[in-house]
């Protein structure tokens, strides 16, 4: 099938503690889901669900070709990063 014209969901990477603010008034207002956990995965419709897990074999490919497979997170399981600021 062809991939869709407009995205599916928001998927977040990473927030800091403004961003964290941020994502939770979109949970109410975004126009599109937005995945802060993996399985927030399940909530999404089939063609979501299937551009998602497409995501995820992407992200296991690019693994395969990093020295260090294991240092690439698998969407499956990892959550967003959250940056605390000062930490470090």
């Not at 399985?39 to 089939?46: E, I, K, N, S, T």
């Not at 551009?51 to 070709?65: K, S, T």
């Not at 020295?67 to 399981?77: L, M, Q």
């Amino acid at each position: 099938p062809a991939p869709p014209e407009e995205p599916a969901y928001l998927r977040v990477l990473a927030a800091n503690e403004r961003g964290t603010a941020l994502l939770a008034g979109m949970r109410k207002t975004a126009a599109l889901p937005v995945l802060n956990k993996p399985a927030a995965v399940r909530r999404l419709g089939p063609g979501a669900r299937r551009l998602f897990d497409l995501e995820a074999r992407a992200d296991r490919l690019y693994a395969l070709a990093c020295p260090d497979p294991a240092a690439v997170p698998d969407a499956w399981r990892t959550g967003p990063v959250i940056v605390r600021e000062g930490a470090g």
